[in-house]
């Protein structure tokens, strides 16, 4: 059974929302989509989804936004994505193209 960590989605769905996206809840995911753009947000465990999609971003806390983005390094998934690391003070987006937080 996958635990969904709902504070991580609710936090992303206001995000994506504010960023202009139509965000969908599919459960243990949501879909944020603006014009072409398809975007799926996992919160924080990426050995639990699929990759049939071209865009994922995983949402974690700040403390484990490094690691996390370390992880996809090393499994070298077959879609692109971006690790959004949520903190006190907002989010910073970590890419696998760079090797610092862009700020928000």
Partial sequence: MVVVNKPLLDEARTIFTDLGYTVTDLGSELRA???W???YVTADDPDEVTEDVDLR???TNEDRASRLREE???RGPDYDWAV???GDD???VLHPQSSQALPT
């Fill in 33 to 35: 989509e603006r014009k």
């Fill in 37 to 39: 753009r398809i975007v």
């Fill in 57 to 59: 971003c995983f949402i």
């Fill in 72 to 74: 996809l390094l090393a």
């Fill in 84 to 86: 959004m690391s949520v």
């Fill in 90 to 92: 907002g989010y910073d």
